[in-house]
């Protein structure tokens, strides 16, 4: 073997040493974190809404669905504890929390825990004018949630409106 067939081969020996456990790696993680199906994310944030029987049997067998959101176009995503929230459907909110699923300004304001809704504002005031799905206020999910003292802080707060358009 003479010195230039030597480097060559060890250099390809090292350069496959290096890169074939990361080419390895990110292959077989592709495989494992696969996306979730956009057909059963919509169903599953459609039966979020009002279907508690059908929202526990796809959680049964999709148990990540729980952190999924859809998108309705234009930036107009919703999780299924949202469309819950801005129906004021306290079973399903209640149940997916007890399963994990991460509440937001909104679903407290619906829930009427004003305890830790009026805190949250006092420190970021500017949240007053959030836009939840769909452009639902805060306002919307305190009156849906029939959370009258929210309702009472957040119109003090010059909140009038129950839905602020998605641009």
Request: no cysteine.
């Amino acid at each position: 073997m003479n010195r230039q067939k030597f480097i060559r081969g060890s250099l390809l020996g090292l350069t496959t040493t290096f890169f074939m456990p990361a080419f390895t790696f990110s292959q077989s993680s592709k495989k494992s974190l696969g996306q979730l199906d956009v057909k059963l994310v919509k169903k599953f944030v459609t039966a979020g809404h009002s279907n508690l029987k059908l929202v526990k049997e796809m959680l049964q067998e999709h148990p990540n669905l729980i952190y999924s959101a859809y998108d309705w176009g234009n930036g107009d995503f919703e999780e299924a504890i949202e469309g819950a929230g801005h129906l004021g459907n306290k079973e399903i909110v209640n149940y997916l929390i007890s399963q994990g699923a991460r509440p937001n300004l909104f679903i407290l304001a619906m829930l009427g825990k004003t305890g830790l809704v009026k805190p949250v504002l006092e420190t970021y005031p500017e949240l007053i004018q959030a836009k939840g799905p769909h452009g639902l206020t805060l306002l919307h999910h305190a009156l849906i949630g029939e959370a009258s003292d929210l309702v009472d802080y957040l119109k003090e707060k010059g909140l009038t409106k129950r839905m602020i358009k998605i641009k």
